[in-house]
């Protein structure tokens, strides 16, 4: 059986490069000492060895916090050496039902969506996340947002928890989850912030009030 899916996950840059990786380390340090619940590994420019070698350097942070949910992004071979808790897929991966035979019952698999996509496709995902919220630097050349409206329809139409992604503050927490959102995914607005322990408890002050 899965774990139990967090409210707050927060991702990785999804730019760093060998020598940048200490600074994501310290960030998710301050974040997991506020709290973080969650944490996916997104780092699509490392190889797989720099890839390994940067989860296992998390591995103490993840012993003096037992509590946080891991995830790595589409490396599916890597997952069961490090004990992740899930493996996230996006339109370029492996689809959901190739995946699973091979990870088993106790590994969620999570999809990324978007807005026009057809959400019978995302059955048999443990969760999705759905965006983005709003543009994004990232995102503004290969995503249309989909707007508060758009992620309420995805969360009546998933067949399973959805998260909000893209652009999404702590203000819109509430919001999202009065909305049907599960909770929501954050990148640059948390690890990427200057004070990471601050942004999670802020996230984390609104998810908790909402969810009560």
């Known amino acids: 059986m899965i774990r139990a899916?967090?409210?707050?996950?927060a991702l990785s840059p999804g730019d760093l490069e060998r020598a940048s990786a200490a600074r994501l380390v310290d960030a998710l340090e301050r974040a997991c000492a506020a709290?973080?619940?969650?944490?996916?590994?997104?780092?699509?420019?490392?190889?797989?060895?720099?890839?390994?070698?940067?989860?296992?350097?998390?591995?103490?942070?993840?012993?003096?916090?037992?509590?946080?949910?891991?995830a790595v992004h589409d490396r599916a071979h890597l997952a069961r050496a490090l004990a992740a808790d899930a493996v996230h897929l996006s339109f370029r991966s492996?689809?959901?039902?190739?995946?699973?035979p091979w990870l088993g019952p106790a590994t969620a698999l999570g999809l990324s969506t978007h807005a026009h996509d057809d959400p019978r496709?995302?059955?048999g995902a443990d969760y999705v996340f759905h965006g983005p919220l709003r543009?994004?630097?990232?995102?503004?050349?290969?995503?249309?947002?989909?707007?508060?409206?758009?992620?309420?329809?995805?969360a009546r139409a998933a067949?399973?928890?959805?998260?909000?992604?893209?652009?999404?503050?702590?203000?819109?927490?509430?919001?999202?989850?009065?909305?049907?959102?599960?909770?929501?995914?954050?990148?640059?607005?948390?690890?990427?912030?200057a004070e990471p322990g601050v942004a999670t408890r802020t996230y984390l002050e609104q998810l908790e009030e909402r969810a009560e």
Do not use: N
């Not at 490392?46 to 891991?70: M, T």
């Not at 492996?94 to 699973?100: C, Y």
């Not at 994004?136 to 995805?154: I, N, W, Y």
């Not at 959805?162 to 959102?181: H, N, Q, T, W």
């Open 5 to 9: 899916l967090p409210r707050l996950i």
């Open 35 to 70: 709290g973080l619940p969650g944490f996916l590994l997104r780092e699509p420019r490392l190889s797989d060895r720099e890839y390994l070698e940067l989860a296992r350097s998390l591995e103490d942070l993840r012993r003096r916090h037992r509590g946080l949910w891991f």
């Open 94 to 100: 492996l689809r959901v039902e190739e995946l699973r």
């Open 121 to 123: 496709a995302w059955r």
């Open 135 to 154: 543009a994004t630097p990232d995102k503004e050349h290969a995503q249309a947002p989909v707007g508060m409206q758009g992620l309420e329809r995805a």
């Open 159 to 193: 067949p399973c928890p959805a998260y909000a992604l893209g652009g999404v503050c702590a203000e819109d927490a509430r919001e999202l989850v009065a909305r049907g959102l599960h909770g929501v995914a954050v990148r640059s607005r948390l690890l990427g912030a």
